[in-house]
T-cell receptor
């Protein structure tokens, strides 16, 4: 079974600085997707960035980028030029294909990011 | 807003009550999910529906009963819950296309007294 581990329960970053959130996962599959989701306080969880496992190039979305190391099964999120609005819980998620015809998403425990003014 | 709505947003119920949570999406997604989110624990997948058919039940106690009358609506019927069932219940949907991510609702904060 697949597992997702986020070893940092909480991180802090100074406004305008860069922070990296860690995520490792375990799987025997070769083709899968990885996601980072953001859950602001009392607000809906939204997608930050996704990575396809068969693509070697790391995904980027504006100030957000990932460092995807397939062999090491590592998928970290880098946030550049941190803003106060980046403060949230960040969840790493792995998606596998279920034989029932739908996808299963496995989430880590989350990292709470605090942005200091 | 992600296009997935949930009602009610907050619910307090006694252990002998019966209540229902509702989730709605008009994004054309085929799959809908119920998750339980408790503090310091990973999101726990409860149920998955694909085109109204239940495809996953992660050993959820029978006091939680899902219902999916069509691809746009998902319910979670609650009956004789326990205090440890207090949590944030999230609904999500996803499209059938490869690479499609999940879209989450705002959740229902449930407190069982």
């Amino acid at each position: 079974a697949q597992t997702v581990t986020q070893s940092q329960p909480e991180m802090s970053v100074q406004e305008a600085e860069t922070v990296t959130l860690s995520c490792t996962y375990d799987t025997s599959e070769s083709d899968y997707y990885l996601f980072w989701y953001k859950q602001p306080p009392s607000r809906q969880m939204i997608l930050v960035i996704r990575q396809e496992a068969y693509k070697q190039q790391n995904a980027t979305e504006n100030r957000f980028s990932v460092n995807f190391q397939k062999a090491a099964k590592s998928f970290s999120l880098k946030i550049s030029d941190s803003q106060l609005g980046d403060a949230a819980m960040y969840f790493c998620a792995y998606r596998s294909y279920s034989t029932s015809g739908t996808y299963k998403y496995i989430f880590g425990t989350g990292t709470r990011l605090k942005v200091l003014a | 807003e992600t296009g997935v709505t949930q009602t009610p947003r907050h619910l307090v119920m006694g252990m002998t009550n019966k209540k229902s949570l509702k989730c709605e999406q008009h994004l054309g997604h085929n799959a809908m999910y119920w998750y339980k989110q408790s503090a310091k624990k990973p999101l726990e997948l409860m149920f998955v529906y694909n085109f109204k058919e239940q495809t996953e039940n992660n050993s959820v106690p029978s006091r939680f009963s899902p219902e999916c009358p069509n691809s746009s609506h998902l319910f979670l019927h609650l009956h004789t819950l326990q205090p440890e069932d207090s949590a944030l219940y999230l609904c999500a949907s996803s499209p059938p296309r490869v690479g499609g991510e999940q879209y989450f609702g705002p959740g229902t904060r449930l407190t069982v007294t």
